[in-house]
């Protein structure tokens, strides 16, 4: 069997082993392994740098690849393996730099088509008015006058031509979310996701925020507002559209708020700095959100300050 390790290849039935290259070549050779593209019966014994696939007994690499005399002692061997890590490491992340500044700007663009299509959709509706009287709106009247010749007809064809490259962004963004943050993809969704991270300024600036901040996020002018006295403090921000919240009623919204946003905070982390998904996250999310929904509500209490004034009123009448 041949075995996959970070300097080259092992044949465990002919002992042989092998160099893939320098530093450089093994860290763009390693850059590609995955463990999708490994054959099955190779991953139990396949071995990459800061992962080791299930097996009962891995081998000693450093002996075999000592004794194959890829290396002249330990301390090459050390040195190289250092090099090939750091290279490797800085690899992945220009790559995930790069994702994220793509995913960025689909974030952009998306937000763009929907006022575009929004605003060319209305517009097609009041012209319509002057010659039908059908109160056809959006998409379907687009589709309805696409046939007639004209302006209007070229206008409601460019409609759809839009309509069909939002659902093709929207498709790429779902994708390119769910890779570089698999946790908070399964949390709130791709696009939900998506526009958490756009808004926080990327998944670096998202990871160091506190869950307060993500729960807010999106209500800044409310929040604003209520530090000056003018208004109560927001519940929730952007986050609203998750279904933990819009699910559940009003007076448990501040709550489901909370613990939605806590998990955010866990999952932007880890997506930050490991990058593997954890579905204990949407579990332990989903029970807390059931517990907040079948606890009693709570009684308002009525400040202290508030009985003190009513009191000293009571006394000058």
Same mark, same amino acid.
């Given at each position: ?8 290849y ?70 190289? =393996? ?8 800085? !690899?992945? /992340? +220009?790559?995930? @730099?790069? &994702? #994220? ?11 763009d ?10 517009? =097609? ?8 009287? !059908?109160? /056809? +709106?959006?998409? @379907?009247? &687009? #589709? ?13 064809r460019?409609?759809l ?5 939002r ?46 901040a993500?729960q ?102």
């Open positions: 069997m041949k075995i996959t390790t970070w300097f080259g092992i044949d465990t039935s002919t002992g042989e082993v092998s160099l893939a290259g320098g530093s450089e070549e093994t860290a763009e050779r390693l850059m590609g392994i995955s463990r999708e593209s490994i054959p099955a019966s190779a991953r139990t014994a396949a071995t990459t740098i800061g992962e080791v696939w299930a097996s009962a007994v891995q081998p000693d690499l450093r002996k075999l690849a000592l004794k194959g005399g890829l290396f002249e002692g330990d301390a090459e061997y050390n040195s190289t =393996l250092r090099s090939v890590a750091l290279d490797l490491v800085k !690899r992945k /992340l +220009r790559a995930s @730099a790069d &994702a #994220e500044a793509e995913l960025l700007q689909t974030v952009e663009a998306l937000d088509l929907n006022e575009a299509i929004n605003a060319l959709e209305e517009r =097609l509706f009041e012209w319509s008015r002057l010659t039908d009287e !059908r109160r /056809l +709106r959006g998409r @379907a009247l &687009a #589709e309805h006058l696409a046939e007639e010749e004209g302006p209007v007809g070229e206008f409601a460019s409609i031509v839009l309509t069909e490259t659902r093709s962004v929207t498709k790429s963004l779902e994708t390119a979310t769910a890779q570089i943050a698999p946790n908070l993809t399964d949390l709130a969704g791709p696009i939900l996701a998506a526009r958490i991270i756009s808004r926080a300024g990327g998944l670096k600036s998202l990871s160091e925020m506190p869950a307060s993500i807010v996020m999106g209500a800044e002018k409310a929040l604003f507002k209520h530090l000056r006295g003018k208004a109560p403090s927001p519940k929730h921000g952007m986050i609203y559209r998750h279904p933990a919240i819009m699910g559940t009623t009003r007076a448990f919204r501040g709550r489901a708020a909370r613990a939605l946003a806590a998990k955010l905070a866990i999952a932007a982390r880890i997506d930050r700095y490991s990058g593997e998904g954890d579905p204990r996250l949407k579990v332990a999310l989903d029970r807390r959100i059931e517990e907040i929904r079948e606890s009693p509500p709570r009684r308002r209490r009525r400040g202290k300050g508030k009985r003190k004034a009513k009191g000293e009123m009571r006394g000058e009448r």
